[in-house]
């Protein structure tokens, strides 16, 4: 059922407009499901959503969150009133190549590159950033304690060869051409333990 109401046109016409009803239980217009609870067409905010805010992550794509959370990445909340994360990343110019192909493979989050003059080591760095989505809650909640990166067993079961390959992209380093080394001073001694014993498991010693 709609209601009618009177408007005056240029012309001083008097014409009859339909306006639809609006009732308790509407499904909001962003096509969340969800239902309205004021008069509107859309939920507070909805009407903004980026086109990928329902997406789901591959398992590669998540791989690879988790390998570069490990490193050099970070997954936070850009302020208190945000509900999803986004992730951020620096590296050095010298890395602008690694850097880019990281933020292609993510491009379905919709990243984007910045590259700025650098006042510490080197003239430029390059960062990525995605948007801030509900795929990338779950992640932050395996991955943050309080704030802080929490090494796991649970998170590093879940690496793959790509989320390997990221995690020794953004912090690893070759010594001689013989041995492989992984800068881990980030975190616990706790968690390094885990981080050796993991490795163990899949490799044999190191």
Request: with cysteine.
């Amino acid at each position: 059922m709609h209601k009618e109401s009177l408007v005056l046109d240029t012309a001083g016409l008097v014409k009859r407009r339909k306006s639809p009803s609006w009732k308790l239980g509407s499904i909001c217009g962003c096509g969340c499901g969800e239902e309205l609870t004021h008069q509107a067409k859309y939920i507070n905010g909805h009407d903004k959503r980026p086109y990928n805010w329902d997406i789901e992550l591959t398992t590669d794509e998540r791989s690879a969150i988790l390998g570069t959370i490990a490193g050099d990445s970070s997954l936070l909340l850009p302020n208190n009133r945000s509900t999803n994360p986004r992730i951020t990343c620096n590296h050095g110019e010298i890395q602008r190549d690694w850097a880019m192909h990281k933020a292609q493979f993510l491009q379905r989050l919709s990243t984007r590159v910045f590259e700025r003059p650098n006042a510490g080591y080197g003239n430029w760095h390059v960062s990525y950033s995605t948007a801030c989505l509900p795929a990338l809650s779950p992640i932050l909640d395996l991955t943050y304690r309080q704030g802080t990166k929490e090494l796991s067993k649970t998170w590093l079961s879940e690496l793959n060869s790509i989320g390997l390959a990221w995690w020794i992209g953004d912090d690893g380093s070759a010594s001689g051409g013989r041995s492989l080394h992984l800068h881990t001073e980030g975190f616990t001694e706790g968690e390094n333990e885990i981080a050796r014993d993991w490795f163990k498991e899949q490799y044999g010693p190191t």
